[in-house]
């Protein structure tokens, strides 16, 4: 598979948004499973939505349910993290992810393919 590469982060103040792209070059892309996931300093990577490669299967953490949005254009091989509302919580390192199986999703351990993540930071 061709290598993930995340762009859109950056510095934003609390109540602002940010929309994150996940690209890949390959064509193959449309029938991967892709997760989006961050990492804040001293903590564990944790899930943050994921989107079947279809598109009509969506899922959120609590605790940006309501406030980020995941979609994708297969016919564009990207994968977009609307985020919304944003809260200096939600300061620090995303990743996109892909995988074949659609079980788990939630789970970072379980994929396979990463990117090299870009940095958020919710700050005023």
């Known amino acids: 598979q061709e290598p993930l590469v995340e762009s859109g982060g950056g510095l934003v103040q609390p109540g602002g948004s940010l929309r994150l792209s996940c690209a890949a070059s390959?064509?193959?892309?449309?029938?991967?499973?892709i997760g989006w996931f961050r990492q804040a300093p001293g903590k564990e990577r944790e899930f943050v939505a994921a989107i079947g490669w279809n598109a009509v299967a969506t899922y959120y953490a609590d605790s940006v349910k309501g406030r980020f949005t995941i979609s994708r254009n297969n016919a564009e091989n990207t994968v977009s993290l609307q985020m919304n509302n944003l809260k200096p919580d939600d300061t620090a390192v995303y990743y996109c992810?892909?995988?074949?199986?659609?079980?788990?999703?939630?789970?970072?351990?379980?994929?396979?393919?990463w990117g090299q993540g870009t940095q958020v930071i919710v700050s005023s």
């Open positions: 992810a892909s995988k074949i199986n659609d079980d788990k999703l939630d789970n970072p351990d379980t994929f396979g393919y």
């Open positions: 390959g064509r193959m892309v449309s029938i991967y499973n």
